[in-house]
């Protein structure tokens, strides 16, 4: 089984890109760089100085000792949340302007959602010095207003769109159409492992990072490279793909994600596009989609912003459709539970997002003596006001 992206940016049936004949010189022009770039020594070394000194990489691997007493095995938790910036984004966001100075770019667009990736944009642009425009739909502006005041702090020029659901979907438009009209000095960063090849494929890379260090952190502190499960959360599949890159190729190793089924999968409030969605057409590329009979996208639900997506990368789709990967889902009840179960029992408060991945451990039963790796993606902060929210209802 090849788990590659192909020369035309398919993993198997999925991906590709399909853009307006307007975009096609913007992505043609990365698509024929990006690999050259990222294997140049001297890409390669400023990548992994920036990851080391600026990011605070690599990220340490815990071993959980108080949860994994509660759940009868060994948990490892990959800590991402410790992180400049408090997540696995700016693996990203530092790999992509680095590959933007060297397309000789001035100018830097994102797209942002619950504005984490564009706070993490603002803040490798403050770092180069280069002009960052991101595009947020009005009603996350006016939801998520600690991360625009983040954003503005940083010099970035945040522009709420007002078509559309005026969320995430209308911003990724917005920021095509600016893209579209400033194919000479502008980088688009995309946040996921989503958009158009090379989209997919780069934003993996970027984020494989996760593996190569889970990899001699495991042999140094188990004897052993290999865990039994690595779990991580889906929104649109960065961290996953991450996580699971460097052991594709190693069927021993059960890959599983976890997406938020929102109030549950059949509430008609849920974000689980593997539960619920078919193959479609979604920003560039061929993947599954949570959509009506005639193909217009379901608003998805979740009641962490960072999985609230109806699509997921291409990778995840050719992943789910090989069996390669085991796609589960988690309801807000259940990751709020595992949220604060981790921050009783081990002193972290996870991101809602990471939580979703943490509630498998109340869905399977591991053996004492797997090694069961969770990607805990992001840290906490950010939801402390839904985290109190719940504390009170409870
Ligand atoms: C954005 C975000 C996610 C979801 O994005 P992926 O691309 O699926 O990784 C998960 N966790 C945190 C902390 C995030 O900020």
Redesign the pocket.
């Known amino acids: 089984m090849n788990f590659d992206v192909n020369n035309n940016g398919f993993y198997g049936e999925f991906g590709g890109a399909f853009v307006p004949e307007m975009l096609y010189p913007n992505v043609k022009e990365l698509q024929d760089n990006y690999l050259a770039i990222m294997h140049e020594k001297d890409f390669q070394q400023e990548y992994r100085k920036m990851l080391k000194d600026y990011v605070g990489r690599p990220s340490p691997l815990y071993l959980a000792v108080r949860l994994s007493e509660f759940y009868n095995t060994q948990v490892f938790l990959k800590r991402?949340?410790l992180n400049h910036t408090?997540?696995?984004?700016i693996n990203n966001t530092v790999g992509q302007i680095l590959i933007a100075r060297r397309l000789g770019k001035t100018r830097i667009i994102a797209e942002t959602?619950?504005g984490?990736?564009g706070v993490a944009t603002a803040t490798v642009c403050a770092l180069m010095g280069l002009k960052c425009i991101v595009y947020m739909g009005k009603l996350d502006v006016e939801r998520q207003a600690p991360n625009v005041l983040r954003m503005k702090m940083l010099g970035a020029d945040v522009i709420p769109v007002f078509s559309g659901n005026m969320t995430l979907k209308d911003a990724t438009n917005e920021a095509i159409r600016d893209w579209i009209n400033n194919p000479e000095d502008t980088h688009y960063i995309i946040?996921?492992?989503?958009g158009p090849h090379p989209y997919p494929d780069l934003?993996t890379r970027l984020?494989a990072i996760i593996s190569e260090e889970m990899k001699w952190q495991l042999k140094e502190q188990t004897g052993n490279e290999n865990p039994n499960y690595i779990i991580?959360?889906?929104?649109?599949?960065?961290?996953?793909?991450?996580s699971f890159y460097h052991y594709l190729d190693n069927t021993n190793v059960r890959l599983i994600a976890v997406e938020a089924a929102g109030k549950g999968i059949d509430s008609g409030e849920s974000a689980a596009t593997m539960a619920l969605g078919r193959p479609g057409i979604l920003h560039g590329s061929k993947t599954m989609l949570m959509q009506t009979t005639d193909g217009q996208i379901i608003e998805p639900y979740s009641i962490?912003?960072?999985?609230d997506?109806p699509g997921?990368?291409p990778i995840h789709s050719h992943l789910y459709k090989s069996g390669r990967a085991i796609f589960e889902n988690a309801t807000d009840e259940e990751s709020l539970k595992a949220a604060f179960r981790l921050t009783k029992l081990e002193g972290i408060i996870?991101?809602?997002?990471?939580a979703h991945a943490l509630a498998l451990l109340d869905k399977y039963r591991f053996k004492p003596d797997d090694v069961v790796v969770i990607n805990l993606?992001?840290?906490g902060d950010?939801d402390m006001a839904t985290y109190i929210k719940y504390m009170e209802e409870i």
């Open positions: 991402e949340d408090g997540a696995h984004k959602g619950a984490q990736h946040g996921s492992v989503v934003v984020q991580a959360c889906v929104g649109g599949g960065s961290n996953a793909a991450g962490s912003a960072g999985l997506y997921i990368g996870p991101a809602l997002e990471s993606s992001g840290r950010k």
